[in-house]
């Protein structure tokens, strides 16, 4: 009797160890920014499917910068995803300064006056807690702050700037859809 407890014991906190990991597994897809896009998605928006997703990942000091880049076929249609993640639960650090750096004013105002009026931020409102699209009319992306966490969204295409915003605006829709911002950050192994 006492090796019967002792299997379903064992038995219990083996499930209870794959449960855990198939949830850590799904929590950081939410956060991986190549699975906050279907192929479907970025054909409705850019009229191309992306032929290959390519992964990346930059130092930012206080956060971890996760890129992934939806390359098309025809190159100029291509769209990159980019996520702010934070390494602490500590919400004054990491993605949070770095927004408040970028889009507060009174952060804004420390930085050198050319810089300000080259690429003022344009407030974009229905995105997340906060958006901002920041550009000339060539080339920009498209900020969202959401929880703790930012995504940065840029497209290729037509050269329109107002077209390209609309684009950016319809695929982050689509990510922040998929967008998981609750919990502790994940650290990658």
């Not at 684009?167 to 502790?184: E, F, I, M, N």
Request: hydrophobic letters at 35%; one cysteine or more; proline letters at 7%.
């Amino acid at each position: 009797m006492c090796g019967m407890i002792q299997v379903r014991a064992f038995v219990l906190l083996g499930m209870l160890l794959l449960l855990a990991s198939a949830q850590r597994t799904s929590a950081q897809r939410h956060r991986d920014p190549c699975g906050l896009l279907t192929d479907a998605e970025v054909r409705a928006v850019q009229r191309q499917v992306p032929t290959q997703k390519i992964p990346s990942e930059q130092p930012a000091g206080a956060f971890r910068f996760t890129q992934c880049f939806y390359r098309t076929q025809e190159l100029s249609s291509s769209v990159s995803v980019a996520l702010g993640v934070p390494l602490t639960d500590n919400k004054r650090s990491g993605p949070r300064d770095y927004w408040r750096a970028q889009f507060k004013r009174e952060h804004r105002e420390e930085r050198e006056e050319s810089d300000e009026k080259k690429n003022e931020p344009r407030r974009i409102a229905g995105l997340g807690d906060e958006a901002f699209w920041v550009g000339d009319p060539v080339t920009g992306a498209l900020y969202v702050l959401k929880g703790d966490i930012f995504l940065r969204l840029s497209v290729g295409g037509p050269p329109a700037q107002a077209e390209k915003i609309k684009r950016a605006k319809a695929l982050a829709v689509y990510a922040l859809k998929r967008l998981d911002t609750s919990g502790p950050p994940n650290r990658s192994p």
